[in-house]
């Protein structure tokens, strides 16, 4: 492995990727025409890990891009956030941010201010206005099954809790247009998010200065189509439509990779 070149699995135990090429090789890749592609970020959301982006990410690969998936630490909005930026920060020259479900709240908050974000992607994801919640947002329009009943919460930390999506729920909520053995590996290594993000108030947001994207899931059963359409057509995103459920960069990947190629382009 290469000082210049280097790759960064991310994820759980069994199933992990995203891929990171550092600045001297984002620097490498260019267009035909001679400018550089940007570096894609792609963020995960709540009950998922990097793992999930694994076909996108191959296929921005093999087409040059410069990737990193990293681990979306899911303790909160602002922390995310910070956490999001800080990495951001350690990488030269232009970015594409893409994200899945709660990790749009993350990419939306992380790249305010910072210039070398070029573009936003929201892959049936969270885009929220300033003081919007997780919670707001999920529940604006009906269809949700993603509700306290389905889900299993732990206690951590000193009167700190975790939410999980329970196994008998997990594939009809979450992933319904994947095979049973692989939403069965999918809830195993589902990282919790902390419960208090659902109520915790964005910030201003990024997608007003910079230019969105958004994959609209139509099956999606845990943010409502309609709510994905409200918040697409807010932000003045240019949308596309796939028939999925809430894991559309999982079981349509071309199709998310192409959006993203779309907005780096």
Request: glycine share 10%.
């Amino acid at each position: 492995m290469t000082t210049t070149r280097r790759t960064l699995l991310a994820g759980s135990a069994a199933v992990t990727a995203g891929a990171l090429l550092g600045a001297p090789a984002a620097q490498a890749h260019t267009r035909p025409e001679g400018r550089s592609k940007p570096t894609v970020v792609l963020v995960h959301g709540a009950f998922a890990d990097a793992s999930g982006w694994n076909g996108v990410a191959g296929r921005l690969i093999r087409d040059g891009y410069p990737v990193l998936a990293p681990a979306n630490p899911l303790r909160g909005v602002a922390a995310d956030s910070a956490y999001l930026s800080s990495i951001l920060a350690t990488i030269s020259g232009p970015l594409v941010l893409v994200a899945h479900s709660y990790g749009g709240m993350v990419i939306t908050n992380a790249a305010t201010g910072n210039a070398n974000v070029k573009a936003l992607v929201y892959v049936a994801a969270f885009t929220p206005d300033k003081g919007d919640t997780l919670l707001g947002l999920q529940t604006k329009y009906p269809g949700s099954k993603l509700g306290e009943t389905a889900l299993d919460f732990r206690p951590y930390g000193e009167g700190l809790v975790d939410g999980y999506v329970k196994h008998e729920v997990f594939r009809e909520v979450f992933a319904g247009d994947l095979p049973r053995a692989t939403t069965d590996l999918m809830w195993a290594g589902q990282r919790p998010s902390d419960v208090r993000a659902l109520q915790e108030p964005s910030g201003a947001p990024a997608w007003k200065e910079i230019p969105s994207w958004y994959l609209v899931a139509r099956d999606d059963n845990v943010l409502p189509a309609a709510a994905q359409r409200f918040m697409a057509q807010r932000a003045g995103a240019r949308t596309t439509e796939v028939r999925a459920s809430h894991v559309a960069m999982i079981s349509q990947p071309a199709v998310t990779a192409d959006l993203v190629k779309r907005a780096a382009r």
